[in-house]
């Protein structure tokens, strides 16, 4: 056996040691490896927008395959990838990426209870899947490898968005490691802003923008992945941001290519040509074609009886093996499959029909159905072909909006979400056990996805926050569009305004040979297509929008790149197709229901003037608390004087309204004349000073030391005054800031200043001899 015991020394020219001590039955054996530390390689790539992007590698993270990392701006982003050295029997490539966000970042500290990174977010899950999607297309079917993806966020400047710059570096690790990998791949963010296209634009721009693509694309112009949402954005300038982005991809692939060139490994030799048994496959060809043929010809099947079929074939054919050897078995069981998936994709071409007798651009049968269930908001049920979606509205006041992290906030400048979609696919959807969470990758990816679709269409000064839910109820492909149709209905049911109807669909591919470049027209794109349709074909490109333009897309590539012409054409052929769609929902709900619901939320304001807002309010909010409990509605301030009035229905908010005017009932006041004399009644001893009533039902207010009394007084003590005392006091009006009542005692003490306040003359006094009265009302109102 031999142990491995690995130490660093950096010493003082700037070199690392490696030193590997080898225990062995010959003795101890040191190996000492240096490493340069000034042996960092760097490409700077200059983007049309006028940016700089500059990728480095042989400084950090050295120890692995793989270790770039890519700079735009001042946001930085270090990518690493890491492989085992021992295969793992997976079918299917084993990679993973994740995509981590650092608070120091942005300077800042979390806030959760440790102080320090949690979960991963849902910012983080959607970035990691666009990172897979993006580098998975490439890799060999062969590659066994378990392999490890980690983009590791720097720092951000909030201008240059972390996300495109990710797959750049992980593009870049994978094609310096020693890994094999059919790439570079490069990727771009295309912006759409007073109808010009934007390569990378900045987050302010991308406010303003009408489109927010991300594309990935190898050498040559094929598309690897796609991923964005629009303002109903318009199919020719679509297809133009689409050709602009590939465009800007190829001089990124350049530098990719010249950075692998100078400090590229050599690649891993995998022997995935593997010649198979003629024995095995004439064995499975004479048993499984043609009942396999037959199945798939056989137009009656639905999901669960055709995929019972041929598990029945399979089944059958092991029965019959046996008396075979293990590995007879194992390799007639993986060209079963291989057969399969040839038998399938070649009756399409041969009969131009799909499995379930559809035509190549023909629709499943779709049904649709609103107002489910009284008590709420809005509800829709969207079924096409085997597809079930049960969506609900939920409107509540703006502050039950979504709030986003702080790294979320920075990248996007969005604080909270007024509208979110919530999207489940429980394990009964397909028949099978397991946990209910709704929050693995694949959810969070599809809810994002029809959130995308339908938040072009909601109105963004609506004074409700919206949850719009999605659950699927049963699921034979297409899931995530059509959540997009059930909740387009649903938010029309509960009377959201939204400017048009939305509808989504997938749109698939199938090749008919391994070279898809080929000029010839050996490949058809599927419309609408079902599960068996995504397993078993080469593309995945989900499109939705409204009848005018397209506001969400996304297509998942499962070779390695595919040509513009066939993107452009799955464009044409799913306009077409979300048209179809939105007439037959427009046949159960073709607008925005205007009668209000009786459960339908209100909203309304309350102006309290400034005076009476302690009195409204309570004390420490106990009003407002009670309005709460026993009513349901909420209270938020919006300025000192405005509140806004959240009720759950209309019932409700007359309750509550009822319960404000008692709080704020008062009997008929005293009209209070400026300059006037009153006599006011004390209630309370302060040290600031008393509290005074000028008539019983007045809420009581405060007389301060310094309007007691000529002298300078500490305490009201020192006057002899006492509550219940009975004293003069003359009114000033109310305060403009505070809306208080100012009185003064002090201004009656001195005869020279009551005179002056009382506007008698010297003229006066000598006409009345002296004899003046002075005009004190009393008032009482006990």
Not at 89 to 106: D, F, W
Not at 200 to 226: A, D, E, F, H
Not at 316 to 340: G, H, P, Q, T
Request: charged letters at 25%.
């Amino acid at each position: 056996m031999v142990l491995f015991r690995r130490s660093r020394l950096l010493n003082n020219r700037g070199f690392i040691f490696l030193r590997s001590k080898n225990h062995n039955k010959n003795g101890n054996i040191f190996h000492i490896k240096f490493l340069s530390s000034d042996a960092a390689e760097d490409v700077c790539i200059q983007l049309s927008n006028g940016s700089t992007m500059k990728l480095s590698t042989g400084k950090y993270a050295r120890l692995t395959s793989g270790s770039v990392t890519a700079t735009l701006g001042d946001t930085s982003i270090m990518s690493t990838v890491v492989r085992k050295n021992v295969p793992s029997k997976e079918s299917i490539v084993p990679l993973t990426v994740n995509y981590r966000q650092k608070a120091a970042a942005i300077g800042r500290i979390p806030t959760n209870f440790l102080r320090r990174e949690m979960g991963q977010s849902e910012q983080e899950i959607l970035t990691s899947r666009i990172i897979d999607r993006s580098l998975r297309p490439l890799f060999n079917s062969g590659y066994s490898y378990e392999t490890q993806i980690i983009c590791n966020l720097l720092a951000i400047d909030g201008i240059n968005d972390p996300d495109v710059l990710s797959i750049n570096a992980a593009s870049a690790a994978l094609s310096i490691s020693d890994i094999p990998w059919n790439g570079p791949v490069a990727a771009v963010r295309v912006g759409y802003i007073d109808k010009q296209h934007v390569i990378n634009p900045s987050k302010r721009q991308l406010q303003q923008s009408k489109l927010n693509l991300v594309l990935s694309c190898t050498s040559k112009n094929l598309i690897v992945m796609l991923e964005g949402s629009a303002e109903d954005i318009l199919e020719p300038d679509l297809r133009k941001a689409i050709k602009i982005g590939a465009k800007e991809c190829q001089t990124i692939i350049k530098s990719l290519l010249e950075l692998k060139s100078r400090v590229g490994k050599p690649k891993l030799e995998i022997d995935d040509n593997k010649e198979p048994n003629k024995d095995v496959e004439e064995f499975v060809r004479n048993f499984a074609e043609d009942k396999l043929r037959e199945i798939f010809n056989c137009y009656s099947h639905d999901k669960t009886s055709r995929s019972t079929a041929v598990n029945d074939v399979r089944n059958e054919m092991l029965n019959n093996m046996a008396d075979r050897d293990r590995e007879f078995i194992e390799n007639a069981v993986k060209l079963f499959d291989k057969i399969c998936k040839e038998i399938f994709r070649s009756l399409i071409f041969e009969t131009k029909r799909r499995c379930d007798g559809r035509t190549i651009d023909e629709l499943r049968n779709i049904q649709c159905q609103v107002d489910l269930f009284q008590p709420l908001h809005g509800s829709a049920f969207f079924q096409r072909g085997q597809t079930q979606v049960l969506s609900t509205v939920t409107l509540d006041s703006i502050e039950s909006s979504l709030k986003l992290d702080m790294i979320s906030m920075l990248t996007s400048g969005v604080k909270e979400k007024n509208f979110f979609l919530h999207y489940e696919f429980p394990p009964y959807a397909v028949n099978e056990t397991g946990k209910v969470t709704g929050l693995d990758r694949r959810e969070i990816g599809h809810g994002a996805l029809a959130e995308k679709g339908l938040k072009a269409v909601i109105p963004k000064d609506y004074p409700f926050a919206i949850r719009l839910t999605s659950e699927v109820l049963e699921s034979n492909g297409s899931s995530s569009m059509a959540s997009i149709c059930a909740g387009s209905l649903a938010l029309m049911d509960a009377g959201v305004p939204i400017s048009a109807a939305v509808a989504g669909v997938a749109m698939g591919l199938i090749y008919n040979s391994d070279n898809i470049e080929s000029e010839e027209e050996n490949y058809k794109i599927l419309t609408d297509i079902s599960g068996i349709e995504d397993h078993l074909g080469d593309m995945d490109f989900k499109i939705a929008g409204t009848k005018k333009g397209f506001t969400a897309f996304q297509a998942d590539v499962k070779v390695p790149g595919v040509p513009l012409k066939v993107i452009m054409e799955s464009i044409q052929s799913a306009s077409l197709a979300k048209s179809r769609i939105i007439n037959i929902m427009n046949e159960v709900l073709s607008a925005p229901k205007i009668d209000a619901k009786e459960n339908k939320p209100v909203l309304d304001t309350i102006e309290v003037p400034m005076h009476q807002r302690g009195k409204f309010l309570g004390i420490g909010g106990s009003n407002l608390k009670k309005i709460l409990y026993e009513t349901g509605v909420n209270i938020y301030s919006e300025n000192d004087i405005v509140f806004s009035i959240f009720a759950p229905n209309q019932s409700a908010m007359d309750a509550a309204k009822n319960m404000i005017d008692e709080i704020l009932q008062t009997n008929v006041e005293p009209t209070l004349t400026f300059g006037d004399i009153y006599t006011a009644k004390i209630t309370e001893i302060r040290e600031t000073g008393v509290m005074v009533t000028l008539y019983p039902t007045m809420v009581p207010t405060l007389l301060p030391n310094s309007q007691l009394d000529q002298r300078k007084i500490h305490h009201p003590s020192a006057l002899e005054l006492n509550v219940g005392d009975e004293i003069k006091v003359k009114y000033f009006g109310r305060d403009p800031v505070s809306g208080r009542i100012r009185l003064s005692r002090k201004v009656l003490q001195d005869p020279i200043s009551s005179a002056r306040n009382l506007n008698i003359t010297k003229e006066t006094m000598d006409e009345h001899k002296g004899q003046v009265q002075e005009p004190i009302r009393q008032i009482n109102l006990s």
